[in-house]
C-alpha cells in the first residue's frame, strides 16, 4: 500500500495534521546553543534557572527548528510542498526546557491558487507546538506553497 | 577600556546596529538540514541545482539560525537583552547558497518601556541578512526585552 501523499487539494480549511513528538535534550539545548545562540540559559542549568525560563532552556531559534523537523516527520515530507516564503508571526510562549516532549499540530487556516506559478497553490498554515503538560509553547502561522494534484496528474 | 554595553535606552529610533559576517558552508547546510529539514535541496547539490533555489541552499531556519549568531556577535551579547517574545514576521527572499558570505543590520524601528515589568522595555528591530551581492536574503521584525539604564545604576 502506498503512503498517501497530499497535494494542494487535500489542505482544506480546517484539517489538522499532526507533529511528530519530540523528546529535548539538554546535550541538544546545549550543542544548538554553542553553535548559534550563546546565551547563558540556553547553555548553563544554573544559568538557565537564574533566568526567567526557570532552567537550561532551548533557544527560541531551536524550538523553531526541532519543530521544523517534528513538521517534516509529521506530515510535511508526504506533501508536495514546494517550500515556503516565510513566517507571518511565530510567538514564543512558554520555556522548553531540557527533558521537555513537545508535539502539536499544523491546521489549515486557508488556502489558493496562485496566479503567478500555475500548478502550484499557497496554503497558510496555524502551527502550534506543545509541552508534556498540554501547554502551547510555541505558536506561529506561515505560509506553504503546494503543487496541485491536477497539475500533476495532467504532466504524467 | 570597558566595551560599550547597550541598554534600553540606547536604542534610539533608527538607530542601526550592524550583524557580524558568516560564511556559509556546505558541510554546515548539510549537518543542520540532517537534522532539521531533510528535503533534498537542503542535502544534496544535485538536489539543489534542480530545485527553483538553484543549488545547495540552506534551509530557512537554518539561515534565521545563522542570523541569531550573527545578531549575538554584531551586538546583542554586549547589550541588556532579557530575550524574545517572538518574530511578528520573517521572510526568505534569496536563497542561501554554499559559499555566500552574510551580513546584514538590525534596525531600531520603535521602542517602549513595559508597564507590566518595571526597569525592562520593549524594542522593535527590522534585521535585514544580505548576501556578498547585497541581495536582500532574509528580512524580519521582531521585539527584544532589554533593561533599562537607570533600573541597573538603582540597582546598583
Redesign the interface.
Known amino acids: 500500500m502506498m503512503e498517501e501523499r497530499y497535494f494542494f487539494e487535500d489542505f482544506a480549511e480546517g484539517r489538522v495534521f499532526p507533529l511528530a513528538t519530540k523528546l529535548v535534550t539538554a546535550e541538544e539545548i546545549i550543542e544548538?546553543a554553542a553553535?548559534?545562540?550563546?546565551?547563558p540559559?540556553h547553555l548553563d542549568e544554573a544559568a538557565g534557572k537564574a533566568s526567567?525560563?526557570g532552567g537550561l532552556s532551548a533557544?527560541?531559534?531551536?524550538t523553531?527548528?526541532?519543530f521544523?523537523?517534528m513538521m517534516?516527520d509529521g506530515w510535511l515530507?508526504r506533501s508536495s510542498?514546494?517550500?515556503?516564503?516565510?513566517?507571518?508571526?511565530?510567538?514564543?510562549k512558554k520555556p522548553v526546557l531540557a527533558g521537555d516532549t513537545l508535539s502539536g499540530r499544523s491546521t489549515v487556516l486557508e488556502s489558493r491558487p496562485l496566479r503567478s506559478r500555475p500548478g502550484i497553490g499557497l496554503v497558510k498554515f496555524l502551527h502550534e507546538v506543545e509541552n508534556q503538560h498540554g501547554e502551547v509553547a510555541m505558536r506561529?502561522e506561515n505560509p506553504i506553497m503546494m503543487r496541485l494534484r491536477e497539475a500533476q496528474e495532467n504532466a504524467a
Open positions: 544548538f553553535e548559534f545562540d550563546p546565551q540559559m526567567i525560563l533557544s527560541g531559534w531551536h523553531a527548528s526541532m521544523m523537523r517534516f515530507s510542498s514546494e517550500g515556503s516564503p516565510g513566517i507571518e508571526f511565530m510567538q514564543w506561529g
